[in-house]
């Protein structure tokens, strides 16, 4: 045991003015849909969805306008009824382009034929992977992983459990807290069906200590159920991490550069799982997500968002920002991504936008004292400023020697600082250049062997 810790490392850090505690309270809002929705095609990890919708082709809610790109991608499906204006190539909201369908809204929300399943208790675990997989359901936490591929595992792999982030360890963020306030008893089901699709007979919700009303309606929900339980958990950053929420809920410790699935678990968002149980119940797939808009906005709170619909549209439901904002931000802000505009999409990942003022502006950098703080708050066991020191040095082997590979990216680091080292960003920068050449040099190997 770590103390009062569930994971060795982490830290707690403190959110200021519109915090979990003031937005923890507002219920959630269905926001109406706008005059138009840009949809990416690009919404999840691996293959980009393929427009399977052109200019004017009339298109109802619910109606699947991209087609998964490979076994490792998503559908995509129109949230609004309408007309298609274009497909074409957007700015991604994080940097970068991708295609997007772009439809106009008619304001009519004309649904697809939905067809729920009648009776998935008897279904098999392919066939309500399929319904997942058609739904074009991803991790909601952030990551946008597809979950049928999750809920599909390797052969020879056995899973024995099936975890639930319910942590939202992030500040700021509550849309997770809402939802299993407000949705606790459909988030149970939905368990119960993905338990079905894995064929576990064992599964754990993780909800921190500082959302007592969430637990007490999860418990409540699963009361009576076998094989689900809630694990309250200590308040720690990043608990939310696969490895940590794994570790936290089951003591198995994944191993270095493995995965959940290598101890025999599964780990899924909250959110991944309310949207499986309207997947298979309702029969509708992913077009809206719950997101919090908070920090430095005039109203802050916890909204039912189309997926399309833009950042500024949720600005403007929250009577837009204070005067001191000065950067805002798409998920937390400790993993969380600047926006360099608010004219982008909301997307299956948007799990908040937070408007923040100069303290999220990178600091003037002083020189390492060596105190060791973002040593004891790595969660993953690193040495954060000696692989600052390697990386700034352009010594890369070096660095993945030293396990720059296996750093999360949460930030634990650079907040516990007191020189303020940009030791998340130098670790970051590391596996990039790593993995860029580890793909030039796998590709100038192929290119040898077909000579």
């Not at 940097?95 to 369908?101: I, L, N, R, S, T």
């Not at 599964?203 to 694990?231: F, H, M, R, S, W």
């Not at 997307?347 to 703080?373: H, Q, V």
Request: proline share 6%; hydrophobic share 40%.
């Amino acid at each position: 045991m770590f103390g009062m810790k569930m994971f060795p490392g982490g830290t707690h850090p403190h959110e200021g003015v519109n915090g979990k505690a003031v937005n923890g309270v507002n219920a959630i809002v269905d926001l109406p849909a706008p005059a138009r929705v840009v949809i990416p095609l690009q919404q999840h990890i691996g293959a980009p969805a393929k427009a399977i919708v052109k200019k004017g082709d009339a298109v109802l809610m619910g109606q699947k306008i991209g087609e998964a790109g490979g076994f490792v991608s998503a559908p995509v499906h129109a949230s609004v009824s309408g007309k298609v204006v274009g497909v074409e190539e957007i700015d991604a909201p994080t940097g970068g382009k991708v295609q997007a369908v772009i439809i106009e809204n008619d304001f009519q929300d004309t649904w697809v034929e939905l067809h729920p399943a009648q009776h998935p208790e008897t279904m098999s675990a392919k066939a309500l992977q399929d319904v997942i997989r058609e739904a074009g359901i991803v991790g909601m936490g952030g990551a946008g992983f597809p979950t049928s591929v999750k809920l599909t595992p390797a052969e020879g792999k056995t899973i024995e459990k099936l975890v639930i982030n319910g942590a939202e360890c992030e500040p700021y963020l509550t849309a997770d807290h809402r939802l299993m306030l407000e949705k606790s008893a459909q988030i149970i089901d939905g368990l119960r069906l993905m338990m079905l699709a894995l064929d576990v007979k064992e599964a754990i919700i993780g909800v921190e200590k500082n959302k007592p009303d969430a637990i007490q309606a999860l418990q409540a929900a699963c009361a009576g159920v076998d094989g689900i339980t809630v694990k309250a958990l200590p308040v720690m950053y990043p608990q939310g991490g696969e490895k940590q929420l794994v570790y936290a809920c089951t003591r198995r410790k994944v191993p270095t550069g493995g995965l959940p699935l290598d101890v025999g678990c599964v780990v899924c968002n909250v959110g991944t799982v309310y949207a499986v149980q309207q997947a298979i119940r309702e029969g509708k797939p992913l077009i809206q997500r719950v997101t919090t808009v908070g920090g430095l906005v005039n109203n802050p709170g916890n909204f039912l968002v189309r997926i399309g619909c833009s950042v500024q549209n949720l600005i403007e439901a929250c009577g837009g920002l204070k005067s001191d904002a000065q950067m805002l931000i798409s998920g937390g802000p400790m993993m969380g991504a600047a926006l360099y505009s608010a004219d982008v999409p909301v997307t299956k990942t948007t799990s908040g936008i937070l408007a923040l003022g100069k303290e999220a502006i990178d600091p003037e950098e002083n020189p390492c004292i060596n105190c060791g703080r973002c040593v004891s708050t790595c969660p993953m066991q690193l040495v954060p400023t000696k692989l600052d020191l390697l990386v700034r040095n352009g010594q890369f082997e070096e660095a993945e020697k030293c396990g720059v590979l296996n750093c999360m990216e949460c930030g634990a680091c650079t907040f516990a600082c007191p020189a303020k080292r940009l030791l998340t960003q130098s670790c970051r920068h590391g596996k990039r250049v790593i993995n860029m050449r580890r793909k030039q040099e796998a590709a100038k190997k192929a290119a040898e062997a077909q000579k």
